[in-house]
């Protein structure tokens, strides 16, 4: 007898990433871990895609940095779908995007479509986040 894999839709929306300061905080862990990895590199303005879409050697970067925040983060905030929706998203900058941090100058994920001042998870908190 075979088993059926039950899907979930895949992730569409950025604004999965600034649900809370704790997602946020690890989404911007996860693009240090891109930027490691060489999954992207920094460009004039922000980041720009440096994987290859259908490349083995990118999807096992990929891998990597995933199995690199599973060890930073048990229990994890996110899920292997929205870390492969982040990369992409983090190359296109029209919704997300990295910045240093104006207090404490620290990379945080930035909301392009915000309106406010943003702060990373740390400063945004008034206190380290807990990294468990």
């Excluded at 007898?1 to 992730?11: C, I, N, V």
Aim: include cysteine; aromatic fraction near 10%; hydrophobic fraction near 35%.
């Amino acid at each position: 007898m075979a088993l059926t894999r039950h899907r979930r839709k895949s992730p569409r929306q950025a604004g999965f990433f600034f649900r809370n300061p704790e997602v946020t905080f690890h989404a911007a862990q996860l693009a240090s871990l891109y930027l490691s990895y060489g999954l992207v590199g920094a460009a004039d303005r922000g980041l720009e895609a440096r994987y290859r879409v259908g490349s083995l050697e990118s999807g096992a970067l990929l891998c990597q940095a995933y199995e690199a925040y599973l060890q930073l983060h048990p229990p994890v905030s996110i899920s292997f779908e929205h870390t492969w929706f982040l990369l992409p998203a983090l190359a296109r900058r029209d919704e997300v995007d990295v910045a240093r941090c104006e207090e404490c100058g620290g990379l945080r994920l930035r909301d392009l479509l915000a309106g406010h001042k943003q702060t990373c998870g740390n400063c945004n908190q008034g206190s380290p986040m807990p990294t468990h």
